[in-house]
């Protein structure tokens, strides 16, 4: 069965750019496109028509169908996933007003819970991104699936892969009220070497083709995957939620949405990799 993508549209700028971005996407893996407007008031046909004039306007070669709704755009995301039951959804975020951010927070935070799809949220950045994905890696089973969807991603790209594995606080760390945390520098250092030679040995085994970095930094998992991608200028962030229980799941979806809200890039939520 061919992939769906499903790609929610707006009048905004950032729109235009998000469809040619779900063309290459569609042509990259073969899927079908499926452009949705959400309108808070139905107009008969007019919203069709229009939305029809506008991606014939963008001369779109890949397959596509398209379709204009009325209510509220968070609820007709869901409702279409659940028709569709695509691959990915992809969407922009808007960042040139408080409002926006206000509303574009609300709108993906209500995709990401219920939608069981991939996301991709579509980003401008002011800066020259750099053509690198960068990857946290926590060792989880589905994590697994998201380092070989990223190594196929980064071969169809033309893109580099940087893997980052964040590791907590020496257990021997303490807090000082005046200073902050404080552990001894010596046994820090034997501890990322180790987490090192871990992250070495476990991304070996993947036999990765699309060539690669790797790095491990000690801190917040939200707070250290944000400064690499500022440092590094990369293109794309990939991370999934993790699913081994109820406490992770909302520890990892805090991280996911912190990331998403956040990273001056676009970010890509990978929930679903079975298809």
Same mark, same amino acid.
């Given at each position: 069965?061919?992939?769906?993508?499903?790609?929610?549209?707006?009048?905004?700028?950032? &729109?235009?750019? +998000? !469809?040619?971005?779900?063309?290459?996407?569609?042509?990259?893996? /073969?899927?079908?496109?499926?452009? %949705?407007?959400?309108?808070?008031?139905?107009? *008969?046909?007019?919203?069709?028509?229009?939305?029809?004039?506008?991606?014939?306007?963008?001369?779109?070669?890949?397959?596509?169908?398209?379709?204009?709704? $009325? &209510?509220?755009?968070?609820?007709? !995301?869901?409702?279409?996933?659940? +028709?569709?039951?695509?691959?990915? !959804?992809?969407?922009?975020?808007?960042?040139?007003?408080?409002?926006?951010?206000? @509303?574009?927070?609300?709108?993906?935070?209500?995709?990401?819970?219920?939608?069981?799809? *991939?996301?991709?949220?579509?980003?401008?950045?002011?800066?020259?991104?750099?053509? @690198?994905? @960068? +990857?946290? +890696?926590?060792?989880?089973?589905?994590?697994?699936?998201?380092?070989?969807?990223?190594?196929?991603?980064?071969?169809?790209?033309?893109?580099?892969?940087? $893997?980052?594995?964040?590791?907590? $606080?020496?257990? $021997?760390?303490?807090?000082?009220?005046?200073?902050?945390?404080?552990?001894?520098?010596?046994?820090?250092?034997?501890?990322?070497?180790?987490?090192?030679?871990?992250? /070495?040995?476990?991304?070996?085994?993947?036999?990765?083709?699309?060539a690669y970095k790797q790095e491990v930094l000690m801190g917040k998992p939200y707070e250290q995957i944000l400064y690499r991608q500022e440092k590094l200028n990369a293109r794309l962030i990939a991370l999934a939620p993790n699913k081994?229980?109820?406490?992770?799941?909302?520890?990892?979806?805090?991280?996911?949405?912190?990331?998403?809200?956040?990273?001056?890039?676009?970010?890509?939520?990978?929930?679903? %990799?079975?298809?």
């Amino acid at each position: 069965m061919k992939r769906q993508i499903l790609i929610p549209l707006d009048s905004s700028p950032v &729109g235009r750019e +998000v !469809i040619h971005l779900a063309e290459h996407w569609g042509k990259m893996f /073969e899927a079908q496109l499926n452009f %949705l407007q959400v309108n808070p008031v139905q107009r *008969n046909h007019e919203d069709q028509s229009l939305l029809e004039s506008v991606l014939a306007a963008e001369k779109i070669t890949a397959e596509y169908r398209a379709v204009a709704s $009325f &209510g509220n755009p968070a609820q007709e !995301i869901v409702e279409q996933e659940k +028709v569709l039951k695509p691959w990915l !959804i992809m969407m922009a975020a808007h960042s040139h007003s408080m409002m926006s951010r206000i @509303l574009l927070g609300s709108n993906t935070d209500y995709v990401v819970n219920l939608c069981k799809s *991939n996301l991709f949220v579509y980003k401008r950045s002011a800066q020259d991104l750099k053509d @690198l994905i @960068l +990857v946290p +890696v926590d060792y989880s089973k589905v994590n697994q699936k998201v380092i070989r969807f990223c190594d196929d991603l980064a071969q169809k790209m033309g893109l580099t892969l940087h $893997f980052l594995h964040v590791f907590s $606080f020496p257990e $021997f760390a303490h807090y000082n009220m005046e200073t902050g945390w404080e552990w001894d520098a010596l046994e820090s250092e034997r501890q990322k070497e180790a987490e090192a030679k871990k992250l /070495e040995s476990f991304l070996a085994a993947f036999g990765l083709t699309s060539a690669y970095k790797q790095e491990v930094l000690m801190g917040k998992p939200y707070e250290q995957i944000l400064y690499r991608q500022e440092k590094l200028n990369a293109r794309l962030i990939a991370l999934a939620p993790n699913k081994h229980g109820l406490v992770e799941q909302l520890l990892v979806g805090s991280n996911t949405k912190y990331v998403m809200h956040h990273a001056n890039c676009s970010v890509l939520v990978i929930k679903n %990799l079975e298809d």
